[in-house]
């Protein structure tokens, strides 16, 4: 079975500083990896997803994140935040047949001014 | 092109009433999820329906919850005898599994009050 840590529940960043959301996920089986924002009020939506390939993979609004295998982590990093970040951010993992999908229990971004 | 659609967008129940949630996929998605969403909790996954397979109903927390998908298409998530604990925002995503895609695609979601 899969199942997705994300290791902080709440992240204050003054603006324009730099940021990083861990993720780390456990499974025994190749996988596909998403992260998803919340913003107040609204839907998920996706930011970015890594299937294959180059283990650096570029989002929406200037996110990135790296896959590492080995340390079965999927960490999400921008280099300089806005106060428009503020959200809710959501690590999730499925198995690469593509069903069921695991997701974190969540880190709320917050920017401060 | 449409996205996902769920209603009602709140519902207001009486405890031990059961309430039926409904959500329009995006047309020509296989895949089908629900989740529940509580605060602090993350999304927790609750049912997942692939074409014509059986779902996969691992997630569903009792026999009160049960969700069916009609033609392949509209799902609806009934709660029988609803309970306070049941008060959560109740997510619906589809997805199409094609290959390079997978992601999934959310609705707005319905919030579930139990008083």
């Known amino acids: 079975a899969q199942s997705v840590t994300q290791l902080d529940s709440q992240v204050p960043v003054f603006e324009e500083a730099p940021v990083e959301l861990r993720c780390n996920y456990s499974?025994?089986?190749?996988?596909?990896l998403f992260w998803y924002v919340q913003y107040p009020n609204q839907g998920l939506q996706l930011l970015l997803k890594y299937l294959s390939g180059s283990t650096l993979v570029k989002g929406i609004n200037g996110f990135e994140a790296e896959f590492n295998k080995s340390q079965t982590s999927f960490h999400l990093r921008k280099p300089s935040v806005h106060i428009s970040d503020t959200a809710e951010y959501f690590c999730?993992?499925?198995?690469?047949?593509?069903?069921?999908?695991?997701f974190g229990t969540g880190t709320s971004l917050t920017v401060i001014p | 092109g449409a996205g996902v659609s769920q209603s009602p967008s709140n519902k207001v129940t009486e405890k031990g009433k059961d309430v039926e949630l409904r959500c329009d996929p995006i047309?020509?998605?296989?895949?089908l999820y629900w989740y529940r969403q509580s605060l602090g909790q993350g999304l927790e996954f609750l049912i997942y329906f692939q074409g014509n397979s059986a779902p996969d109903k691992s997630g569903l927390p009792s026999d009160r919850f049960s969700a069916e998908r009609t033609g392949g298409s509209v799902s609806t998530l009934t709660i029988q005898r609803t309970q306070q604990e049941d008060s959560a925002v109740y997510l619906c995503a589809s997805s199409s599994t094609g290959h390079g895609s997978y992601e999934q695609y959310f609705g707005p979601g319905t919030r579930l009050t139990v008083t």
């Open positions: 047309s020509g998605h296989t895949a």
């Open positions: 999730a993992v499925s198995r690469n047949t593509g069903n069921q999908f695991y």
């Open positions: 499974s025994s089986v190749s996988v596909y």
